[in-house]
């Protein structure tokens, strides 16, 4: 009988193998579990390489598993690829700025064009009404 262990190790080892040897694209995690192929990528964009051509890929390897006569050893039904980290996009709150505003909105508004004008009208309102603001802040 073959110790799980040593057999589990023997079959990462060889699926590690093929990946590099097909794939070539750079893992940081191999893992299998219930049939399923887990592979964790280094970076984002090696995912993104993998999603792009998966259909390439995967008739590559499914080539390469078959003259490797790999079903004596690892059976797989299944490959789930993921990235180290997910990023989290860190939404933007406008109200928190937690920068001094240094603009005064003291300019000559010099635009003949009436939309033009009326936008750097607007941008002057904005600017003085978050000075009284930091003004108020601050008494």
């Not at 080892?13 to 192929?37: F, T, Y």
């Not at 004596?72 to 700025?97: A, L, S, W, Y």
Request: charged share 35%.
């Amino acid at each position: 009988m073959i110790d799980p262990v040593w057999g589990k190790l023997t079959q990462i080892n060889a699926l590690r193998n093929l990946w590099l040897d097909v794939v070539k694209l750079p893992i940081i995690g191999i893992d299998l579990k219930n049939e399923i192929l887990h592979i964790t990528f280094a970076h984002p964009a090696h995912l993104q390489e993998w999603k792009i051509n998966e259909e390439r890929f995967l008739q590559e390897l499914r080539e390469e598993y078959k003259k490797r006569e790999l079903k004596k050893i690892v059976v797989f039904r299944k490959i789930v690829c993921k990235e180290r980290f997910k990023r989290v996009e860190k939404p933007i709150n406008q109200e928190e700025g937690n920068c001094k505003e240094k603009a005064k909105g003291d300019f000559t508004n010099h635009c003949t064009n009436s939309k033009l004008f009326e936008a750097f009208e607007r941008i002057r309102k904005t600017i003085r009404s978050k000075n009284d603001i930091q003004a108020e802040n601050l008494s």
